[in-house]
């Protein structure tokens, strides 16, 4: 029977959306701006690995900020209590608490009631409502403990980020950077794409300064003053020391203005300020109290400079001198029109792509994607003849969808993201290969053409179902657990998958309907060009159980045993530290960059363990310094020395790529891909428990453990990056494993429905031999998808693309050697127990009533 019009209708509808979305891509901005107004023009967003730029996540310095909170509650309540004439021994801050002494226990409730508007300061909440800013405790001691409350932590954390959002934001505005990024990830973070920004140093400062300014007058240097509380000691870039008054007598909040300029004197670069009404006045009053004393200009706890007020400064403007340079003094105006953060912001991450090599990722994206297009069509073609091309039919349409469906999800493509596109053309081929090997098989029994279609989609589309949910569980925990590009390439492979269950089932049938009902066809023939398998194959792999899951076992062991040595070569996603990739100019002798030139280069920095890497291109060469102690601020020190000392060896050396990782940043992706790799095993093991029967289940988790240990095994003798890309591989190849064996677990439930009597190594034989073509053709795919990217995929995709070819031939091997065995093994276990239970049964049932009795 034909397809109802209805579903013609809508199937037609999605492709036309489909394509009308995507078509923008395959057009410049110029051209789509004469674009008719009612066609959608959303391009898809290439992500910095692709055009360049820059990648920064920001963090809010929690420590500092309840530190610089408590500062202003200590000035608080000494205020308070010295207007209700309190005396007191000491208030200082320790533990992240105000402690307030007092001489004597009598004073103890006035000093409470003093300090009741402070405690009872209330924060808004967005769960809790109205919290206390404050829990003020009082030990049995002469003390008053007072501390920011659990509730109070979180809101000012909050409000931090959400006003260091729109701060950070309003300094990339003044620098021009077109196309920005800025979007508050956490609770506490912030992260900053840049595209086009090659060196983030300067973008670094200009982010990651609090911009905190504030105009001191300079304390008695020779009196008593400096061991005063009150007194603040700050230093100056030269490590000159000041010492001020702890409370500034004009704060930067009033400035209006800053710009860089040049001092008509002496014509050295400096930033000239004006302030509000209100601050001029302030600024006029403190000028003409102070004439010939000197006072301090001092941003984020340093003395930007020092003068001596030489009159009344009445015009509410003034000028910041020191040894700027003007670029410095370019930051230093956007910062302080700007404005300040409400707290300290650190750089834990920091990855930079160049230019060139964005366009070098684009092209070899492009080139790698349509070699492995053109192999699998060309294979589908060769397999299925004319019917294989309505196969790849249905791959182009997938393509097309994907890219339809990232320019309506406004999402970023990256190149893991190029290859999770790469990779869901192999698998998505393996619906089309069920669904045609079902129909083969089901013309072989005898039925009609449409008999035979009917009856194939009925029987692959449940297999198509189970095997798809078992890889799309890995794409959705590596979507969870992963990060920037990771998520990428989950978002492209988790959309071809879900896409290539509407082109590779339901519009294929209807083509495939349509053909048949129009050429009135009696018999439906899919045959390959030139067949290389023959047409019924009936060997016993179960001859080979011991020695294929010995040799399983052997390799894992030594896999198990390489992991710890020599160990995998962790990438900096997961030991921190600093990872450049540098491209070498010609030196003067004609020559390029050499490892040896710049080891020796590198060697006198005093960075610890600095390792070089020629990564196969001419003249590249890859730097990794290992994590500095320090916190994550020395990880981002450390690369302007690299850079310098790079420079000094080769002054043409271009930085195609940076990557920086602060420690926390490290630990946190190791932890969620530690946890991706087991959450995903362990869902697999529930849903193949409830689709198929609990030695299914174990039989595959068990098989994946060995499949896994092996891809290890395959990174460490290999020395690939073991990095977010490698988790990717790792997920991903968990996915292809469960889905593969899926497959042949679904024919071996078929056929235990169907020959109830025959003993089970039979039927996994039988099982595994009418499975076997479209195992073989599913690895051949999702092979020729993959190679390609693996030979000329390049350093950012090898610790993906590399392993995902050799777990490929590892999970196919696998599903007939090991799972299958497996299988057996526990199926028989199962039956002797049960014959033990029988057995113990019928034994009880011939004693004496009494005996059961008792």
């Known amino acids: 029977m034909r397809t109802s019009r209805w579903r013609v209708v809508v199937y037609t509808l999605v492709l036309l959306t489909g394509f009308l979305t995507a078509l923008p891509n395959l057009f410049t901005p110029a051209q789509l701006a004469n674009w008719p107004a009612f066609l959608p023009t959303r391009q898809v967003a290439l992500g910095l690995d692709l055009k360049g730029g820059s990648h920064l996540v920001l963090e809010i310095d929690t420590a500092a900020m309840i530190a610089e909170r408590l500062e202003i509650a200590r000035d608080d309540v000494t205020t308070a ?71 109070g932590i979180r809101n000012r954390v909050d409000a931090s980020a959400q006003q260091s959002l729109e701060i950070i934001r309003s300094r990339i505005d003044q620098i021009g950077v077109s196309e920005p990024t800025i979007q508050r990830i956490g609770s506490d973070r912030v992260l900053v794409q840049l595209p086009g920004i090659k060196d983030p140093s300067q973008i670094r400062k200009l982010l990651g300064s609090t911009a905190k300014l504030g105009f001191y007058m300079l304390a008695d240097r020779n009196g008593t003053d400096r061991r005063d509380s009150s007194i603040l000691t700050v230093k100056d870039k030269d490590d000159q020391s000041y010492h001020l008054h702890r409370t500034p007598a004009l704060s930067g909040d009033h400035l209006t203005d800053a710009h860089a300029g040049f001092d008509p004197q002496s014509h050295q670069p400096v930033v000239n300020f004006r302030f509000d009404t209100a601050g001029a006045a302030k600024f006029a009053d403190i000028t003409r109290a102070n004439v010939g004393k000197p006072f301090a200009i001092v941003l984020d706890n340093e003395v930007l400079s020092a003068p001596v007020i030489r009159e009344v400064i009445t015009g509410g403007s003034g000028q910041i001198s020191g040894s700027f340079t003007v670029g410095e003094t370019t930051t230093l105006s956007a910062l302080l029109r ?162 290539s269950m509407f082109t590779a089932v339901a519009v294929v049938r209807v083509i495939m309907t349509e053909i048949v009902w129009r050429t009135r066809m009696k018999k439906l023939v899919i045959e390959p060009l030139w067949r290389f398998m023959p047409e019924k194959t009936s060997i016993s792999f179960m001859r080979a159980r011991f020695l294929g899951i010995g040799m399983s076992l052997l390799l894992s062991a030594i896999s198990i045993g390489l992991f710890f040595k020599p160990g995998l070569d962790y990438g900096v996603d997961f030991k921190g530290g600093i990872q450049i990739e540098v491209a070498g100019g010609n030196l ?7 490892l040896g030139t710049l080891r020796q280069g590198l060697s006198t920095l005093g960075l610890g363990d600095v390792s070089l890497q020629d990564i196969g291109k001419d003249g590249h060469i890859l730097i990794r310094v290992e994590r500095r102690p320090g916190g994550e601020q020395a990880q981002t020190a450390a690369v302007e020395t690299v850079k310098k000392a790079v420079q000094s060896v080769d002054p043409a050396a271009d930085f195609e790529r ?84 899926v497959v042949v677990y679904d024919r071996m439930r078929e056929n235990l429905r169907l020959y109830r009597k025959m003993p089970m190594r039979e039927i996994i034989d039988m099982s595994i031999n009418q499975s076997l073509a479209r195992c073989l053709f599913t690895s051949l795919t999702t092979l020729f998808a993959m190679v390609p990217m693996a030979i000329w995929g390049g350093s950012a995709v090898e610790s993906f693309a590399v392993p995902m070819v050799f777990g490929v031939v590892i999970a196919t091997t696998s599903s007939i050697y090991i799972a299958a065995p497996i299988l057996l093994f526990l199926d028989t276990w199962r039956q002797k127990q049960r014959q033990k239970h029988v057995g113990l049964a019928s034994a009880t049932d011939d004693k004496p009533l009494i005996e059961a009795s008792n």
Do not use: C
């Open 81 to 151: 209590l010295r207007k209700a004439h309190i005396v007191t021994d000491n208030i200082q801050i320790s533990k992240d608490q105000v402690i307030v002494t007092l001489p004597d226990a009598k004073d103890h409730d006035a000093a409470l009631d003093a300090l009741k508007d402070l405690t009872n300061a209330q924060v808004d909440t967005p769960r809790h409502g109205s919290t206390a800013e404050f829990v003020i405790t009082t030990p049995h001691d002469n003390s008053i403990h007072i501390a920011l409350s659990e509730q």
């Open 338 to 499: 700007a404005g300040s953060l409400p707290a300290p912001m650190t750089v834990i991450e920091e990855r930079t792509v160049g230019p060139d090599l964005g366009a070098d990722a684009i092209e070899m994206g492009l080139y790698t994607g349509l070699i492995g297009l053109a192999l699998v069509t060309g294979l589908m073609f060769f397999l299925y003849g004319r019917w294989g091309l309505i196969a790849n039919l249905a791959l182009g349409l997938n393509v097309m969808l994907t890219f339809g469906a990232l320019g309506l999800m406004g999402a970023t493509l990256t190149l893991p993201g190029i290859a999770g596109i790469v990779l869901g053309i192999g698998l998505a081929v393996d619906a089309n290969v069920l669904i045609n090997e079902r129909i083969r098989e089901e013309t072989k029994r005898g039925l009609s053409a449409f008999m035979a279609l009917d009856s194939g989609f009925k029987r692959a589309y449940a297999t198509i179902v189970d095997s798809n949910i078992t890889t799309l569980i890995a794409t959705a925990l590596l979507f969870e657990f992963g990060s920037g590009p990771v998520r990428g390439f989950a978002i492209t492979m988790g959309l071809g998958i879900l896409i």
């Open 588 to 594: 003067d002798d004609g020559s390029t960059l050499d």
């Open 658 to 741: 940076t990557e920086v990782v602060g420690p926390k940043v490290s630990g946190e992706l190791a932890q969620s891909g530690v946890s991706a790799v087991i959450f995903a095993s362990l869902a697999m093991l529930g849903y193949i428990w409830w689709r198929f029967e609990w030695p299914f289940a174990v039989g595959a988790i068990v098989t994946l453990v060995l499949d896994v240990t092996k891809t290890i095994g395959f990174f460490a003798i290999m020395g690939l990056d073991f990095n977010l890309t490698a988790i990717a591989a790792l997920l991903t190849l968990i996915g292809y494993s469960v889905n593969d064996k």
